[in-house]
């Protein structure tokens, strides 16, 4: 460990850090873009056929929950 030198722990942990902060953010910045465009599909005056698929399951998982209590 002492020939390999604290520079390089450093910089790996740095590097490791600074790789995971920026993986992190091109994941969030993904996530937005697909929120941001489910909210513009639910305000969209004509829903497309995946919505209301979507909104048929939810609202089956819905009876079940309630059915279920």
Do not use: N, T
């Not at 937005?32 to 639910?42: A, H, I, P, Q």
């Not at 048929?56 to 279920?68: D, L, M, S, T, V």
């Amino acid at each position: 460990m002492v020939s390999f030198g604290p520079a390089a722990v450093l910089g790996l942990c740095f590097g490791f850090l600074w790789g995971i902060g920026c993986s992190l953010a091109i994941l969030y910045s993904i996530y937005l873009g697909g929120y941001r465009k489910g909210v513009e599909d639910s305000l969209a005056a004509e829903k497309s056929q995946r919505f209301h698929e979507a909104l048929r399951k939810i609202e089956i998982r819905r009876a079940k929950a309630a059915g279920a209590k």
